[in-house]
């Protein structure tokens, strides 16, 4: 009797304890989901500050505008039931509009893709921006799916490589369907590190539509790129909302959004610059890229740069060095897209541009 009276509790107890066990789990999996969604609505809350900020910034000398316009559908559907199947991706850009310009007359276009896995166009190129402006560029930057700030909606329909390349593409078109003033004979591309990654997909896809383009720092190959970074890293490609698959799983995808892997479709001129103390985008990876273009036999223009000041971010900085690196790059633009205004030094981009 005594035993069966132990072997009860034991079985009580045991019962107990799995129960708790299982409320715990669930009340720890909520827990996670609202910090996840806090996360988003938090993005959220900064991209609209920082919306005020670019006006504060930058307003005295640019139009600014946030336009609302779609790309192709998403590139994962699985509900065909579903009324929102087959439905353009939705996503906004801005528009930076000198306000110094004829509007008679036409003025060269910059498409602009901001950088980072998830990320936005954030007032860290405010002065970039303001340099473009002086020279009469239109600029327009769009906040491409899986950009934050946007909720998590958006962030789950990243397609790194894939149709956020397009979703540019689209913002280029949106605005010269909108803007009579703008020269569909002289748009551009310039992007740094991920927005590298999407401009030379662009100009590897769309070469009619580019004249130009210039890629900082840019990622190259993400097959290189995956096997030196972290495993929190290479989870933001192998979520089951995104590409699903590891990169060693499945190889052929990865190289399918790598411009290493894509040289023989350049046709556009193009610059590339990059840093060998680049703890984001590494040198060897880019280098993986410069020898497949030289083994294409391509015609294109490159500048490695040794151990600058700033890593992945050396010339992006307000520094005399970072300027004269800039001003290399809006001569290179300004060959095939003839600016308005143009850059002769560096002490003219300070006198002009930082009172």
């Not at 999996?29 to 993005?43: A, C, G, I, Q």
């Not at 353009?88 to 110094?100: A, C, E, G, L, N």
């Not at 909606?153 to 894939?162: M, Q």
């Not at 002289?186 to 662009?202: A, E, F, P, T, Y």
């Amino acid at each position: 009797m005594k035993k069966l009276i132990l072997l009860f509790i034991l079985i009580i107890t045991t019962t107990s304890l799995s129960q708790t066990d299982t409320i715990l789990v669930q009340k720890l999996d909520s827990l996670l989901n609202y910090n996840k969604n806090l996360e988003h609505r938090l993005d959220v809350l900064e991209k609209n500050i920082d919306d005020v900020l670019w006006f504060q910034r930058v307003g005295d000398v640019a139009f600014i505008d946030k336009v609302y316009m779609t790309g192709p559908p998403k590139w994962k559907e699985t509900d065909t039931t579903d009324p929102a199947f087959g439905n353009p991706v939705k996503f906004w850009s801005y528009v930076f509009i000198p306000k110094d310009i004829d509007f008679n007359k036409k003025y060269p276009l910059l498409v602009f893709p901001h950088g980072g896995v998830h990320s936005n166009f954030s007032t860290y190129y405010t002065h970039i921006i303001r340099e473009l402006i002086y020279q009469q560029y239109i600029v327009v930057a769009a906040e491409y799916r899986g950009s934050t700030g946007y909720g998590k909606s958006h962030y789950e329909k990243i397609d790194y490589g894939g149709r956020e390349v397009e979703d540019v593409d689209s913002s280029r078109k949106y605005i010269l369907d909108n803007y009579d003033f703008v020269d569909p004979e002289r748009v551009g591309l310039i992007g740094w590190s991920h927005g590298g990654l999407i401009s030379l997909m662009n100009i590897f896809r769309y070469p009619q539509n580019y004249k130009v383009a210039f890629v900082g720092v840019p990622v190259s190959d993400l097959i290189t790129r995956l096997n030196y970074m972290d495993d929190d890293y290479d989870a933001l490609y192998s979520a089951d909302y995104h590409i699903g698959e590891t990169h060693e799983e499945n190889p052929e995808e990865y190289k399918r959004r790598s411009p290493a892997w894509n040289v023989e479709k350049l046709q556009t001129p193009l610059l590339i610059h990059t840093n060998t103390n680049d703890e984001d985008v590494r040198f060897i990876e880019v280098e993986v890229l410069l020898n497949a273009l030289k083994e294409a036999d391509k015609n294109f223009q490159y500048e490695i740069f040794n151990e600058l000041p700033g890593g992945h971010s050396f010339d992006r900085q307000d520094t005399k060095l970072s300027l004269s690196i800039r001003l290399k790059i809006y001569k290179f633009l300004a060959e095939y897209l003839n600016p308005p205004k143009q850059f002769e030094s560096v002490e003219e981009i300070r006198a002009i541009i930082y009172r």
